[in-house]
C-alpha cells in the first residue's frame, strides 16, 4: 500500500469538463478563465478575481500590485513554503520574518509589531495548514502603520474566519491550485481583490503590462493598437486548467467535508498520546484542512519518518523555516532567530490527508504511528 501525504481527486465530470474546452476555439484567454474568477470571486465574497499561472505568480503579481520594490520590508512567517517570501525578493523587496504562535503556528501579531520600521510596507500572512491567522489583530497593526496586507491561502481555499470565507477581507488574497492544494487545476493560481485599482493592476501584470483598454492607454492608433504600460510577464493561465479548476470548485465543499472528518478521526486517536501534539482550532475559525501537522518527540522525528516512509506511508514535513535555507542563509539571513519556528520544525511531522483517503488506510497510518512511537 503506498499512501502520499496529500493527492488530488479527479472524476469523471472534471475529465468531461477539461475535453469540451479541448474541442472549444479557446485554449488559453478565453471564456473558462473569466469563469472560473467569477467562481471564485463569488464563493470567497471578492469583487475581483484575477487567474494566473500558479500560486507562486499569484504572490508574485500581488507584491507587484502593492508595490513592494527596492528598500521596503515585507513581514511574514517562517514556516511556510519559500514562495510567500520569494515573491518579496522578486520585487527586490526585503522579507522580515516574524516568529510563529506556539499553538497554532501561525504568524504571531505581537512579534509583527516588534518586527514594524519605517521601511515596513506590508504583511504576507500565511493561513498555514489552512487554519487562518489572527486577521483582526493583523488588519489592527496594519490599520495602524498604513501597512498592505496579503493573506497568502495557498493552503485554505475554502477556510472560515469569524464565518467568512478566507479571501474577502485583506488588500489582496492568492489561492494556489496544484493538485495537492485543496483544489487543482493541474497547476494554477489566483488573486482575489476588493480594490479596482489594484485589479487593473493584476490584470496588466499577468500579460507583460501590456493594455488594449483606451482608458489607461495615451493615444491610440486603430483597433490594432495595444501598449506595453508596465513591465510584466506571460503569467497567464489556460482554459483547460480553469476548466478544470471550475469543475473542482463545485466539489470544494464536499473535499473540505472530508478533510475535516478525518482530522477529526485524527485528533480522536491521537491527542491521547504522550509524545503527540494534534493541532488546536482556534474560536471562530474552521480550518480547511489542506495539512495535518502534528508535533513529535523531536530526538524520534527522524526515525519515524523512516519507518513511516518503509511502511509506505509518505508522511512529509512542512517546513523548514525559510531563512534556513541556503539562499537565505547566504543572503542576509544568517542571524535570523525565530525560536518558535525553529521548535516547532524539530518535532513537526504531516501525515496523510486527502479525499480519497479511506478508513482503512487512516487506520494503518494511526497504527504504525502509533507502533513506530514505541
Ligand atoms: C503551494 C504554495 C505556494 C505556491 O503555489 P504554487 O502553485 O505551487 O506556485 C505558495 N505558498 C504556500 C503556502 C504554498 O503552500
Redesign the pocket.
Given at each position: 500500500m503506498d499512501i502520499p501525504y496529500g493527492k488530488q481527486y479527479i472524476d469523471e465530470e472534471d475529465i468531461q469538463t477539461v475535453v469540451d474546452t479541448l474541442r472549444s476555439d479557446y485554449l488559453t484567454t478565453g471564456p473558462a478563465v473569466h469563469d472560473f474568477e467569477q467562481s471564485v470571486a463569488a464563493y470567497v465574497g471578492a469583487k475581483y478575481a484575477v487567474a494566473v499561472a500558479?500560486?507562486?505568480?499569484?504572490?508574485h503579481a500581488a507584491c507587484y500590485a502593492a508595490d513592494i520594490s527596492k528598500g521596503d520590508e515585507v513581514i511574514t512567517t517562517p514556516i511556510?513554503?519559500a514562495?510567500?517570501a520569494n515573491c518579496i525578493l522578486y520585487c527586490n523587496g526585503t522579507p522580515v520574518f516574524a516568529d510563529i504562535k506556539k499553538d497554532t503556528y501561525n504568524i504571531d501579531p505581537e512579534d509583527v509589531r516588534r518586527k514594524i520600521t519605517p521601511r515596513t510596507k506590508a504583511i504576507i500572512a500565511?493561513h498555514?495548514t489552512g487554519q487562518p491567522c489572527e486577521m483582526d489583530e493583523i488588519h489592527a497593526i496594519a490599520e495602524e502603520y498604513h501597512l498592505l496586507v496579503i493573506e497568502?491561502a495557498?493552503?485554505a481555499l475554502g477556510a472560515e474566519y469569524h464565518g467568512k470565507k478566507i479571501g474577502s477581507v485583506s488588500d489582496m488574497t492568492?489561492f494556489?491550485?496544484?493538485p495537492?492544494?485543496p483544489i487543482t487545476s493541474g497547476?494554477?493560481?489566483m488573486i482575489t481583490t476588493n480594490d479596482e485599482n489594484l485589479y487593473q493592476k493584476l490584470l496588466l501584470f499577468r500579460n507583460h503590462g501590456i493594455t488594449r483598454s483606451e482608458s489607461l492607454m495615451t493615444k491610440t492608433e486603430g483597433g490594432w493598437y495595444y501598449q506595453q504600460l508596465e513591465l510584466g510577464f506571460n503569467y497567464r493561465i489556460t482554459d483547460l486548467q480553469c476548466a478544470l479548476g471550475i469543475s473542482q470548485m463545485r466539489k470544494l465543499d464536499r473535499f473540505t467535508a472530508k478533510r475535516r472528518q478525518l482530522a477529526e478521526k485524527y485528533n480522536e486517536e491521537l491527542e491521547t498520546i504522550h509524545d503527540i501534539v494534534c493541532p488546536v482550532q482556534k474560536e471562530g475559525c474552521k480550518s480547511s484542512w489542506?495539512l495535518y501537522v502534528i508535533q513529535i518527540p523531536s530526538e524520534k522525528r527522524r526515525e519515524v519518518y523512516e519507518k513511516m516512509q518503509e511502511a509506505g506511508i509518505h508522511v512529509n514535513v512542512h517546513y523548514i523555516p525559510v531563512y534556513k535555507h541556503p539562499y537565505y542563509q547566504a543572503n542576509g539571513f544568517k542571524y535570523v532567530n525565530c525560536p518558535n519556528a525553529e521548535q516547532l520544525y524539530k518535532g513537526l511531522l504531516s501525515l496523510p490527508l486527502y479525499y480519497q483517503l479511506q478508513d482503512h488506510m487512516q487506520e494503518f497510518v494511526i497504527e504504525t504511528l502509533k507502533k513506530t512511537l514505541k
Open positions: 500558479n500560486g507562486t505568480a499569484a504572490l511556510t513554503f514562495a510567500s500565511v498555514y497568502d495557498a493552503h492568492t494556489s491550485f496544484h495537492v492544494k497547476e494554477g493560481g489542506h
